[in-house]
């Protein structure tokens, strides 16, 4: 794929003979077209293969090494929040899948079946689960019967499927994905309420310490909130590109709706009977792709330090009459002392390759930091250090070797982390009418508007703003609310507005 474009079959001259040999680069950019940028950047960065069943996606261990890291971060956070690991099988029945009608009316055209078995028909057709609260509450009445038996709190880290039919997009939108699912069960409110906000601190804490990437935490719509749940919070997140929301994690109040449905019931401390109050909560491997789009460039992958499974790759670049292994000790020495001291680091000394393609190839993988090491180096003590995010080059004693990296990694983190929130800000416009709303929709912005909180109004926004671009929707009501002045009207009915939302075209 990459390439193709500017190596045509008259072009001469060596440089464009050397790209089409080794594959390297990028045939789109990310500011021209967002859409096939991204395609290329997945695949070329080893992130992804194409698979053939469509919607499907294999994840190369340079993905999987990202959803590693995160998983050790949040499994060690919600042990300490006495939540176990347990894990359901992946088959559903019709029966229980159908027991909650507002919830599988949301999921049912998403729902695989599996219909046969070898060349014979299924008697009952199982469904392939897209989520698992109808899997698992069946057996939550089973074991919760008394007051004792509260809190029940679960996790998974599981395989889901939903048989997307539009736009599949890899991380984003696939047939097939990771995640963690918590599903848990509390005898009051209160308790619920308080878990669904510390998960959400958690999604929030992926997102912006791990993956760089600015969230909002807020609160679904009523029409856009998990189907059969009681309310759903979320930390959106905005891809400047493209001028559209996306929704990052979520974690959803279930009330006890589900509670009714499954007669999920216990004896109080009373002796009353009563019912459960449950949460779900989840976030995905959408995340990742979330990252690439929000840190990306022309020249590929650019990965924050915290999740690269390789943060500083060493490079020898020896010349001819140099003293080829004094370079090569160096190399080796280096990465001996960055791992020791706990910094992911590799060398790559590969002989079959040129320095300068060795520096494109870890480039388009997104690795934070590059060192090279050369004669002047070697003779001097010395390394060049090159960073991934700017290009900036610094040149470190191996005296401060440990010290001077850690440094630059904390400080590519940080400004990863505060260039995309300059960028998803300057995207963010507040409006107080449907004119400037409907200008600010055409200008790709995050809008912030006030609104009255009805359905009706909201499904009127999404139908007056139908069109090749998609609608628009609410995106969430952030927690922390800008002042609503009396008298404030909704910039779509004319009512009088409650509160502040932001909207926007979603992905």
Same mark, same amino acid.
């Given at each position: 794929m990459a390439g193709k474009g500017a190596n045509s079959s008259n072009t001469k001259g060596k440089k464009k003979e050397v790209k089409k040999e080794t594959g390297l680069g990028l045939s789109y950019k990310k500011d021209d077209n967002f859409g096939e940028w991204y395609s290329e950047v997945v695949v070329n960065g080893e992130m992804i293969e194409y698979y053939d069943i469509?919607?499907?996606?294999?994840?190369?261990?340079?993905?999987?090494?990202?959803?590693?890291?995160?998983?050790?971060?949040?499994?060690?956070?919600?042990?300490?929040?006495?939540?176990?690991?347990?894990?359901?099988?992946?088959?559903?029945?019709?029966?229980?899948?159908?027991?909650?009608?507002?919830?599988?009316?949301?999921?049912?055209?998403?729902?695989?079946?599996?219909?046969?078995?070898?060349?014979?028909?299924?008697?009952?057709?199982?469904?392939?689960?897209?989520?698992?609260?109808?899997?698992?509450?069946?057996?939550?009445?089973?074991?919760?019967?008394?007051?004792?038996?509260?809190?029940?709190?679960?996790?998974?880290?599981?395989?889901?499927?939903?048989?997307?039919?539009?736009?599949?997009?890899?991380?984003?939108?696939?047939?097939?994905?990771?995640?963690?699912?918590?599903?848990?069960?509390?005898?009051?409110?209160?308790?619920?309420?308080?878990?669904?906000?510390?998960? @959400?601190? @958690?999604?929030?804490?992926?997102?912006?310490?791990?993956?760089?990437?600015?969230?909002?935490?807020?609160?679904?719509?009523?029409?856009?909130?998990f189907a059969g749940g009681l309310y759903t919070t979320t930390v959106e997140a905005f891809i400047p590109n493209t001028g559209r929301g996306i929704q990052g994690a979520t974690s959803h109040c279930l009330g006890q709706n589900f509670a009714k449905m499954f007669e999920i019931n216990f004896e109080n401390d009373k002796g009353e009977k009563a019912m459960v109050w449950q949460n779900s909560w989840a976030y995905t491997t959408r995340t990742i792709g979330v990252m690439i789009m929000v840190h990306g460039d022309d020249k590929g992958l650019v990965l924050p330090p915290k999740i690269a499974s390789v943060q500083v790759i060493v490079i020898p670049v020896p010349y001819k009459d140099a003293n080829t292994q004094g370079i090569f000790d160096a190399c080796a020495a280096t990465v001996k002392t960055l791992n020791e001291s706990g910094i992911r680091a590799e060398v790559d000394s590969r002989d079959n390759y040129s320095p300068g393609w060795k520096y494109s190839h870890w480039e388009m993988k997104g690795v934070p930091l590059r060192i090279e090491i050369g004669p002047k180096d070697f003779a001097n003590n010395q390394v060049r250090a090159v960073r991934r995010d700017n290009s900036a080059k610094i040149d470190i004693p191996m005296a401060n070797l440990v010290e001077q990296v850690n440094d630059l990694l904390n400080n590519i983190q940080k400004s990863l982390f505060e260039v995309a929130k300059q960028k998803r800000d300057a995207c963010i416009q507040v409006v107080n009418t449907w004119e400037e709303f409907a200008e600010a929709l055409s200008q790709k912005k995050m809008i912030m508007a006030p609104w009255c909180d009805e359905e009706e109004v909201e499904k009127d926004v999404k139908a007056r703003t139908k069109g090749e671009m998609g609608a628009a929707k609410s995106l969430c009501s952030p927690f922390d609310q800008p002042e609503l002045p009396e008298g404030t009207l909704c910039f779509a009915s004319g009512k009088p507005a409650r509160k502040w939302t932001y909207w926007g075209r979603s992905y």
């Amino acid at each position: 794929m990459a390439g193709k474009g500017a190596n045509s079959s008259n072009t001469k001259g060596k440089k464009k003979e050397v790209k089409k040999e080794t594959g390297l680069g990028l045939s789109y950019k990310k500011d021209d077209n967002f859409g096939e940028w991204y395609s290329e950047v997945v695949v070329n960065g080893e992130m992804i293969e194409y698979y053939d069943i469509s919607g499907c996606y294999i994840l190369r261990p340079w993905a999987m090494s990202i959803w590693e890291i995160m998983q050790t971060f949040f499994d060690a956070e919600i042990k300490k929040m006495k939540i176990r690991n347990c894990y359901f099988p992946l088959f559903v029945s019709p029966g229980v899948l159908q027991k909650e009608k507002d919830h599988i009316e949301g999921f049912a055209p998403e729902v695989a079946w599996v219909t046969k078995s070898g060349e014979s028909d299924l008697e009952v057709p199982i469904a392939i689960r897209p989520t698992s609260e109808t899997v698992m509450y069946p057996y939550f009445s089973k074991w919760i019967r008394g007051h004792r038996d509260l809190p029940l709190r679960l996790n998974q880290w599981c395989n889901v499927v939903r048989w997307e039919f539009s736009n599949p997009t890899p991380f984003i939108r696939s047939r097939e994905f990771l995640w963690q699912e918590g599903h848990t069960a509390f005898a009051t409110k209160e308790e619920a309420d308080t878990e669904v906000i510390d998960i @959400l601190e @958690l999604y929030r804490h992926i997102y912006e310490e791990f993956l760089a990437v600015p969230v909002i935490k807020g609160k679904k719509s009523e029409h856009e909130k998990f189907a059969g749940g009681l309310y759903t919070t979320t930390v959106e997140a905005f891809i400047p590109n493209t001028g559209r929301g996306i929704q990052g994690a979520t974690s959803h109040c279930l009330g006890q709706n589900f509670a009714k449905m499954f007669e999920i019931n216990f004896e109080n401390d009373k002796g009353e009977k009563a019912m459960v109050w449950q949460n779900s909560w989840a976030y995905t491997t959408r995340t990742i792709g979330v990252m690439i789009m929000v840190h990306g460039d022309d020249k590929g992958l650019v990965l924050p330090p915290k999740i690269a499974s390789v943060q500083v790759i060493v490079i020898p670049v020896p010349y001819k009459d140099a003293n080829t292994q004094g370079i090569f000790d160096a190399c080796a020495a280096t990465v001996k002392t960055l791992n020791e001291s706990g910094i992911r680091a590799e060398v790559d000394s590969r002989d079959n390759y040129s320095p300068g393609w060795k520096y494109s190839h870890w480039e388009m993988k997104g690795v934070p930091l590059r060192i090279e090491i050369g004669p002047k180096d070697f003779a001097n003590n010395q390394v060049r250090a090159v960073r991934r995010d700017n290009s900036a080059k610094i040149d470190i004693p191996m005296a401060n070797l440990v010290e001077q990296v850690n440094d630059l990694l904390n400080n590519i983190q940080k400004s990863l982390f505060e260039v995309a929130k300059q960028k998803r800000d300057a995207c963010i416009q507040v409006v107080n009418t449907w004119e400037e709303f409907a200008e600010a929709l055409s200008q790709k912005k995050m809008i912030m508007a006030p609104w009255c909180d009805e359905e009706e109004v909201e499904k009127d926004v999404k139908a007056r703003t139908k069109g090749e671009m998609g609608a628009a929707k609410s995106l969430c009501s952030p927690f922390d609310q800008p002042e609503l002045p009396e008298g404030t009207l909704c910039f779509a009915s004319g009512k009088p507005a409650r509160k502040w939302t932001y909207w926007g075209r979603s992905y």
